[in-house]
């Protein structure tokens, strides 16, 4: 099995920046596609952004130009930069990957961290 653990969300003021951080571990033969995806209260989760294997990624268009995703293959890490938050990025924040477990892939989640962007 493995697992996704985030870090890093909390309270910032309109303008400010947070970083997540996601870690994957286990027994982890290997990772294709790390993303972060983000549910508001009364909505659904959507997609902020993905990094793919190969090193391309996508992002969402409501967070591009002030978001960025990268990610740290040697540690399985997976990092999300936020500048210019907005009131809008509130959101509960979830790290999806797909992993390698043995001989079988399997699409894992974290438990979720809160970003609030308040002033």
């Known amino acids: 099995q493995a697992q996704l653990v985030e870090s890093g969300g909390g309270l910032v003021q309109p303008g400010g920046s947070l970083k997540l951080s996601c870690a994957a571990s286990?027994?982890?033969?290997?990772?294709?596609?790390m993303g972060w995806y983000r549910q508001a209260p009364g909505k659904q989760r959507e997609l902020v952004a993905i990094?793919?294997?190969?090193?391309?990624?996508n992002y969402a268009d409501s967070v591009k130009g002030r978001f960025t995703i990268s990610r740290d293959n040697a540690k399985n890490w997976v990092y999300l930069q936020m500048n210019s938050l907005k009131p809008e990025d509130t959101a509960v924040y979830y790290c999806?990957?797909?992993?390698?477990?043995?001989?079988?892939?399997?699409?894992?989640w974290g438990q979720g961290t809160q970003v609030t962007v308040s002033s």
């Open positions: 999806n990957a797909n992993i390698r477990v043995g001989e079988r892939w399997n699409e894992y």
């Open positions: 286990g027994s982890i033969a290997s990772i294709g596609r």
């Open positions: 990094s793919y294997s190969g090193g391309s990624t």
